[in-house]
């Protein structure tokens, strides 16, 4: 039969479900084209998907089982949320309406700090990718100064940098993820391919609403 043969490593795994997520965004956007933000994504997929990222904090060690919690926390919530709701535009428009986008532990809060999340693995692999000379304390540090570091307190970045000097090396994090450096950079590849079109339908959500985007 069809049925897929090939043996699965948690980052191919996380790679084919973003491809899912991207493709149901494409087929969904030709059917509103007529929306300027877009199609719509359901959250039940969406935060299914993002659980999956979790299993990476087990290969980065000790020092981030703290960041695995704080983001862990903010995808049940979104899962817990999509059994209401049934797509991400429906708990902004919520949020819009009460005053609590940006209030702590909102949905439209929640979702956003996960999107954050998204868009680190993204950087970190653009990283990873871009020389091979570069360890990946080096890669992470990068990757965390772009994309979360403008929006983490004091506190929170102080603990950050101290933690990346805990990482793994780049070659034991290979192990970790049970890829070949062949392997891994195909699917960090795919990961920054499909994940871009989803971290930016989530920016637009918030923009189309006169959202900024600096929190
Ligand atoms: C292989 C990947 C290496 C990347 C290493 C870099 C890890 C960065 C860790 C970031 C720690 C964030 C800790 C706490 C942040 C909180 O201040 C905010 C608070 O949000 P609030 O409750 O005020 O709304 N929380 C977050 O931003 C939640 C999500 C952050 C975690 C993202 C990491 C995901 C990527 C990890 C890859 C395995």
């Not at 986008?101 to 871009?130: C, K, P, Y």
């Not at 979360?148 to 603990?159: E, F, K, L, M, S």
């Not at 950079?185 to 637009?204: E, H, T």
């Amino acid at each position: 039969t069809t049925t897929k043969t090939k043996a699965q490593t948690p980052l191919s795994e996380i790679v084919e479900a973003f491809e899912e997520l991207a493709k149901s965004l494409n087929s969904r956007r030709i059917r509103n084209s007529d929306k300027g933000a877009g199609g719509e994504l359901r959250l039940d997929a969406f935060s299914k998907t993002c659980s999956l990222v979790s299993v990476l904090f087990s290969c980065l060690g000790l020092a981030f089982r703290f960041a695995e919690s704080e983001y862990v926390a903010k995808v049940r919530d979104l899962v817990e949320a999509s059994k209401e709701y049934n797509t991400l535009q429906t708990i902004i428009d919520i949020d819009v309406a009460n005053g609590t986008v940006r209030t702590s532990g909102s949905h439209s809060r929640n979702l956003r700090r996960v999107r954050q999340g998204l868009d680190l693995i993204r950087a970190l692999f653009e990283q990873f990718l871009s020389t091979n000379e570069y360890s990946l304390r080096e890669a992470a540090t990068t990757a965390y100064s772009q994309v979360c570091a403008p929006y983490h307190t004091w506190a929170v970045r102080t603990a950050v940098y101290a933690g990346m000097y805990t990482l793994p090396t780049r070659d034991q994090l290979l192990l970790n993820l049970n890829e070949t450096e062949h392997s891994a950079k195909k699917n960090m590849r795919m990961y920054i391919k499909a994940s871009l079109p989803v971290i930016q339908y989530i920016d637009r959500l918030y923009i189309s609403r006169n959202i900024s985007l600096d929190w």
